[in-house]
């Protein structure tokens, strides 16, 4: 059952930018064949997370309370980054039949606080190692910019949240 109006699912909508009906929320394509599944029991901070091929375990660091037995949500923002980076760079590299052996990316998040607001700032760093002329760094820098995830999060993100009663908890 779902614990949300219909005038509170039209105004969402409106909110992500569809002037749609509710009932053309199939013309809507998700990006993943089914959706992220994740779930968290007594043990502190530690949660469950099943992807369409697997499972893995977030946590958080010792110092927050945590047993660190996985990635924090900040280094699994940070991994989609650097994943789609790395991915895209070496599709492009390949597609050119340019000569680049080894890529790195290191990611990093920060805050930064000006006029009493606070604005997130992701820090990514290529790394090639064999040397490339400029016209072709140039290029590179162009994808790693343009990657699927760099977009994404450089876009306008609207997240919708709904409450879902479970009806086979017998109360």
């Known amino acids: 059952m779902f614990l949300r109006s219909s005038s509170a699912t039209q105004r969402n909508m409106q909110m992500l930018g569809h002037k749609r009906d509710v009932n053309n929320i199939a013309q809507m394509k998700y990006l993943l064949e089914t959706p992220l599944k994740g779930t968290i029991g007594l043990q502190k901070y530690e949660t469950t997370i099943h992807w369409r091929n697997g499972v893995f ?3 958080e660091p010792e110092k927050l309370g945590g047993r660190d037995l996985g990635p924090d949500p900040y280094t ?3 991994s989609s980054l650097v994943g789609c980076t790395l991915a895209t760079l070496r599709m492009y590299i390949d597609h050119k039949g340019l000569a680049v052996s080894e890529i790195e ?5 920060f805050y930064k606080i000006e006029d009493k607001a606070s604005a997130a700032y992701m820090e990514r760093k290529i790394i090639f190692r064999e040397p490339l002329d400029q016209d072709i760094e140039e290029r590179l820098l162009r994808v790693a910019e343009n ?3 760099s977009k994404l999060l450089k876009g306008n993100i609207n997240i919708s949240t709904e409450l879902i009663k479970d009806e086979s908890i017998v109360e």
Request: charged share 5%; net charge negative; glycine share 0%.
């Open 147 to 149: 990657c699927p995830i």
């Open 76 to 78: 699994l923002l940070l």
């Open 57 to 59: 375990i977030t946590d």
């Open 105 to 109: 990316v290191q990611a990093n998040i």
